[in-house]
């Protein structure tokens, strides 16, 4: 009998007659390969969990999800066209669609469809962002005291649609990108500008496009070594 086996068996008669029953069988499982691996499995399930618990549920859903899509509109272009838009029927919808229609308005009625659903990109990608408020309307209205994320809802004019017939075309659009249209343009953009200015935050972000009169930008990309 070796040493160690020695040692081992002492150890174990020691316990025993200490009325240590649970602990003899504690030693007996720490040399079980199998209770090893298990404990190992267990240890990075662990892991997992509370590393998903850390992200916000908006963005899970976002990652685990597909779209929602309506029958109406269940095959959707990967980018919008005018041709596609004309055959489709006025649309429709509740607060948000509403949000998101009056924002492309006074945002991009000015805009071919390419340039309408960009800004409706941004807007979404904003909806899945954590940092920002969890709805269209939210993202839409949002703003402090000195200032509103879309200008136009906090500039002192008057929100009245006038242009009727643009605004129908870009209710199109809004039914579209909410019923799941892909997201095909501004690679996952969450800000943009108009071409005849340049803010100083847009030297803080990566440009992910150019489309019609506005300039697109995403946060960057963190590494362990940025």
Avoid at 96 to 113: D, I, K, N, T
Avoid at 120 to 141: T, W
Avoid at 182 to 200: I, K, N, Q, W
Wanted: glycine share 8%; aromatic share 8%.
């Amino acid at each position: 009998m070796s040493l160690l086996k020695s040692w081992t068996g002492g150890a174990a008669i020691l316990l025993a007659l200490a009325g240590g029953l649970r602990a003899e069988v504690t030693v007996s499982q720490s040399n079980d390969p199998t209770e090893v691996a298990e404990q190992g499995l267990m240890s990075v399930l662990w892991t997992e969990r509370s590393a998903m618990s850390a992200i916000d549920k908006r963005r899970v859903t976002a990652l685990t999800m597909a779209p929602e899509r309506s029958k109406k509109h269940a095959t959707l272009p990967e980018v919008l066209s005018a041709k596609w838009l004309a055959a489709q029927p006025a649309a429709k919808g509740g607060e948000q669609f509403q949000c998101l229609s009056q924002a492309l308005y006074f945002e991009a009625r000015g805009e071919g469809v390419k340039g309408q659903q960009a800004v409706a990109e941004v807007i979404l990608n904003r909806v899945d962002d954590p940092r920002f408020p969890g709805s269209i309307c939210g993202v839409v209205h949002q703003g402090n005291s000195r200032a509103c994320q879309f200008s136009w809802y906090c500039d002192g004019r008057s929100d009245t649609v006038r242009n009727k017939g643009a605004y129908a075309e870009v209710a199109k659009v809004a039914r579209a990108m909410i019923d799941g249209a892909p997201r095909s343009l501004t690679d996952g953009a969450t800000y943009f500008h108009t071409r005849a200015v340049r803010p100083s935050w847009s030297r803080r972000f990566a440009k992910t496009a150019s489309i019609g009169h506005h300039i697109f930008y995403a946060n960057p990309v963190r590494t362990a070594s940025n």
